[in-house]
């Protein structure tokens, strides 16, 4: 499973799951994490999460991913993680280094990724808003 929280682009994977603001994108992790805890962990990984901290004003409110980190660093200091194989953070904000080294100190495999790599590559295409 893929989940990308990301307001301007998208994950191309067919089966991807993909939400433009973090409300959406955390609730979904909150699913699949109670999930896990009540009918196992293998049943509910998360093969790849990217999140995309400084998400824009697509909604009419600014707004970043960081109820997401902190929901996924507070459950790994109690060493109850979401199942998630690896954590991609694509941002142009240098201060996201904080964030990401909070993640890798709750136990997560996180790695910062150049949104200009991951668009040339084609994993993330741009949105087209009607």
């Keep these: ?3 990308c929280i990301d307001d301007t682009r998208m994950h191309t994977d067919p089966k991807a799951e993909n939400y433009t603001t973090a409300e959406h994108g955390l609730y979904r992790l909150v ?3 109670t999930n896990q805890n009540s009918m196992g962990d293998a049943i509910f990984n998360v093969d790849e999460l990217w999140l995309d901290h400084d998400l ?3 909604t009419g409110f600014a707004s970043t991913t960081n109820l997401v980190f902190a929901w996924l660093r507070t459950l790994g200091m109690m060493n109850d ?3 998630v194989n690896v954590i991609y953070v694509h941002s142009a904000n240098p201060t996201i280094t904080k ?3 909070s ?3 709750a136990g997560y495999i996180v790695k910062r990724a150049s949104i200009f790599e991951v668009v040339r ?3 993330l295409v741009e949105r087209e808003y009607a």
Excluded: A, E, K
């Design 31 to 33: 699913q699949l994490w």
């Design 81 to 83: 993680h979401l199942n």
């Design 121 to 123: 590559s084609g994993i």
């Design 56 to 58: 824009g004003n697509c």
């Design 103 to 105: 993640l890798s100190d």
């Design 1 to 3: 499973m893929i989940i």
């Design 99 to 101: 964030y990401v080294d």
